[in-house]
């Protein structure tokens, strides 16, 4: 319900904007308000509705979902390490900008500089949908603060993002699809506990609700001298089972993207930031460029991540 009530307060929000905008034309020529004030209801409009479309690019049940990013120093030596630190602190400048809790899960320092690798967390909506678009390898041209003679040197480091299974996994176990058996416990006696039927066995018989596949499971459990808490004690057993299936079907997608990484060399680059000769961050599979590379090396991607999703969405 919250997220249907997102999407509603959001377009009522666009709509209210759009209103109010066609009336501003004629509260200008009354000089009820500046033409300063409707250039600026203008730009927030606009940017509210283009929000709105970018974030309709997120329709996977994937997307919504935190993020984890593994980032690997490639071809280039010292260059590289130093390279895939300074995309730690980008993406780490983003998370933070965008309300984000950024977490860093593993981190192999670099012998000299930099880093060899790092696994980071984004923790909170969406982040998986927006940061996806920086899957691949990331390209940097600059003059070499580690070269000797200062020439101008290319090297490369990988990005890869997944899914962050959540802990807010609902599983709902219907009534019909299990069956109860009582018995009497086995054991060295004493009390009750082998003398009435405090053991139960719990038969699930469901299906998978994404694939219509059968999924079965006996559950035994003789932990109490309680029938009543031995029936508790097999329904958690039985729903950390179902809990457990539901993860191995996220980190089969997981599997299934981890497909879709490339060797970090020449040729597999998704995007280049260019710092001599002259200054140019540029997309590969957009065409979206930005002048501004310090800027983008400060966390600012929103122009790469938007293109990025239009324009898949397009091709959807």
Not at 94 to 119: F, R
Not at 148 to 160: L, P
Not at 213 to 235: D, G, K, P
């Amino acid at each position: 319900m919250a997220s249907i009530k997102s999407w509603i307060d959001a377009y009522r929000e666009v709509e209210a904007l759009a209103e109010d905008l066609q009336l501003m034309p004629d509260f200008v020529k009354e000089g009820l308000t500046s033409p300063e004030e409707l250039d600026a209801h203008y730009a927030l409009t606009l940017s509210k509705v283009e929000a709105l479309e970018m974030r309709n690019m997120l329709r996977s049940d994937e997307d919504k979902l935190g993020a984890i990013m593994d980032i690997n120093s490639g071809a280039g030596g010292t260059e590289s390490l130093d390279w895939a630190s300074m995309l730690l602190r980008m993406y780490t400048r983003w998370g933070e900008e965008n309300g984000y809790t950024v977490k860093v899960l593993d981190i192999h320092d670099g012998d000299e500089v930099g880093i060899k690798s790092a696994t980071i967390e984004f923790q909170g909506d969406y982040a998986y949908g927006y940061l996806k678009s920086e899957n691949g390898i990331h390209r940097l041209v600059r003059l070499s603060p580690f070269n000797a003679n200062n020439k101008r040197q290319t090297t490369f480091a990988s990005v890869f993002v997944s899914p962050a299974v959540d802990d807010t996994i609902e599983i709902v176990v219907n009534p019909a699809d299990i069956q109860w058996d009582t018995y009497r416990s086995s054991g060295a006696g004493g009390q009750n506990v082998n003398k009435v039927e405090t053991g139960v066995r719990l038969r699930y018989s469901g299906k998978d609700p994404d694939t219509g596949e059968a999924v079965e499971f006996l559950i035994e459990n003789t932990e109490t001298r309680s029938q009543l808490m031995n029936r508790e004690n097999a329904m958690r057993i039985l729903k950390s089972k179902l809990y457990q299936r539901e993860l191995d079907k996220r980190r089969a997608l997981q599997n299934q993207l981890e497909g879709q990484k490339k060797r970090i060399e020449w040729g597999s680059q998704i995007r280049s930031y260019t710092l001599h000769p002259y200054k140019l961050v540029k997309d590969h599979r957009t065409g979206y460029e930005s002048s501004d590379t310090a800027a983008v090396l400060d966390g600012d991607l929103e122009g790469f991540i938007k293109a990025y999703l239009m324009d898949s969405g397009r091709e959807e």
